[in-house]
């Protein structure tokens, strides 16, 4: 069983950035892709970024590409999502979830069923 537990969230400026993370435990953390999604008040919970098990491949929500960039660092068991250049429809809980199917590419790890474990959200306020 993986725990993952996000920090970093907050309230911000528009325009100005934050930096989430996502702990894991509990497995071995190369084994997952590791995904970022959020859900506004009202809204279906929405992909931000996928990550490889590896690092090397990345894939990002039209919404976010060129301002968001997810990493992991398997030395820390964690995943990160900078975020820069936010915007107040960025405003959201942002969950970190992991995904231990790999029949597929990661590119298309963009729905929220192909993920076994979800951690509990960090809310990201932007103020316009």
């Known amino acids: 069983q993986v725990q993952l537990v996000e920090s970093g969230g907050g309230l911000v400026q528009a325009g100005g950035s934050l930096r989430l993370s996502c702990a894991a435990s509990g497995g071995t953390f190369s084994n997952y892709r590791m995904g970022w999604f959020r859900q506004a008040p009202g809204k279906e919970r929405e992909f931000v970024a996928v990550?490889?098990?590896?690092?090397?491949?990345?894939h990002y929500a039209d919404s976010v590409k060129g301002r968001f960039t997810i990493s992991r660092d398997s030395a820390k068991n964690t995943v990160y999502l900078q975020m820069n250049s936010l915007k107040s429809e960025d405003t959201a809980v942002y969950y970190c979830?992991?995904?231990?199917?790999?029949?597929?590419?990661?590119?298309?790890?963009?729905?929220?069923?192909?993920?076994?474990?979800w951690g509990q959200g960090t809310q990201v306020t932007v103020s316009s």
């Open positions: 979830a992991a995904a231990r199917l790999s029949s597929i590419p990661t590119t298309a790890t963009t729905g929220p069923t192909a993920y076994d474990y």
């Open positions: 990550i490889s098990r590896s690092g090397a491949i990345t």
